[in-house]
C-alpha cells in the first residue's frame, strides 16, 4: 500500500477512501493534540480536526500543499482552534441569552447568575454530541433549521428533535440547580 505522503495526497485525490483513512489515522492524533493545547478542550480540538479533514475531503481536487500536507494541516488547525477561542467569549454570551430564556419563569436570587452561567455553559458541553452540535448551530450560531439539516445531512424534524431534547436536559439541569 502507498505510504508517503505524497502518494496518500495523490490517491486521495483520485478518491481513494483508503487513503483518506490512511492519512487521517497517521495525523488525526497529532492534530488533536495541537488543538487542545491551545483550546484546552478534547473534545472541541477532535471536531476541529475532524472538520478540517472534512473539509479537506470535500476539497481534494483544488489543493497543493506547500511544503507539506502535514504542515498545512497543523496551521489550519491552529488557525480554527484561535478563531474558537475567539468566538468562545461570544458562545459565553449566547449561553447566557439562552439561560434567560430558560429560567424565565423561575425565581431565583441574584447571587446565583454566575454560578448558574458556569452551569449552563458546563451543560451544553455535556450534551451528546449529535445533540450539542445540532442545538449550537441551531440556537447559538443561529442558522435556521434547513440550514442546519443540509449542512449535516439529516432532517429537519431530527434538527427540531435534536434541539427540543436539548432544552428539555437543560431544564432539568438548571432545575436541579436552582432548587
Not at 497543523?74 to 449561553?95: E, G, M, P, Q, T
Not at 449535516?152 to 436552582?178: F, P
Amino acid at each position: 500500500m502507498k505510504n508517503t505522503e505524497k502518494d496518500l495526497i495523490l490517491a486521495i485525490k483520485n478518491g481513494d477512501t483508503n487513503a483518506f483513512k490512511s492519512l487521517f489515522f497517521k495525523y488525526s492524533e497529532k492534530l488533536c493534540i495541537w488543538s487542545f493545547n491551545i483550546t484546552n478542550n478534547y473534545s472541541v480540538a477532535e471536531d476541529i480536526v475532524q472538520d478540517f479533514f472534512i473539509w479537506y475531503w470535500l476539497n481534494k481536487q483544488n489543493l497543493n500543499f506547500n511544503p507539506s500536507f502535514l504542515s498545512y494541516a497543523y496551521r489550519a488547525v491552529y488557525n480554527s482552534s484561535l478563531n474558537y477561542l475567539r468566538d468562545s467569549s461570544k458562545y459565553i454570551h449566547d449561553c447566557e441569552l439562552i439561560i434567560k430564556d430558560i429560567v424565565e419563569e423561575t425565581t431565583y436570587h441574584e447571587d446565583d447568575t454566575e454560578e448558574l452561567k458556569k452551569s449552563m455553559v458546563k451543560a451544553i458541553d455535556e450534551l451528546p454530541e449529535r445533540c450539542k452540535k445540532i442545538f449550537v448551530m441551531a440556537t447559538i450560531e443561529k442558522k435556521k433549521y434547513t440550514e442546519v439539516a443540509n449542512q449535516l445531512g439529516i432532517s429537519v424534524n431530527t434538527v427540531k428533535v435534536q434541539v427540543s431534547k436539548a432544552y428539555r436536559i437543560l431544564r432539568e439541569k438548571i432545575c436541579m440547580i436552582l432548587f
